[in-house]
């Protein structure tokens, strides 16, 4: 990951889905730029994950914050 001042980035995994899919929940103005989501479900971010860790597209980072870190934006 990449450390900064006020996140951390991580490339995307799995692990992050469930965080990402809460931090999103009912914003579906906060997809209004991107190519994908508003997601559903989690069960469906969680398929958009898979997709786009298995190698055939760009790189995609989860951005963290807080001491423990947690999901909060792509």
């Not at 996140?7 to 914003?27: M, V």
């Not at 958009?48 to 001491?67: D, F, K, L, N, S």
């Amino acid at each position: 990951g990449m450390d900064g001042r006020w996140c951390r980035l991580e490339r995307l995994e799995k692990k992050h889905a469930g965080d990402l899919f809460r931090a999103y929940a009912g914003d579906a103005a906060g997809w209004t730029y991107l190519s994908y989501g508003p997601f559903e479900s989690e069960g469906e971010l969680r398929e958009w994950v898979r997709e786009m860790t298995a190698g055939r597209g760009p790189a995609v980072y989860a951005v963290m914050v807080g001491g423990k870190g947690s999901g909060v934006a792509v």
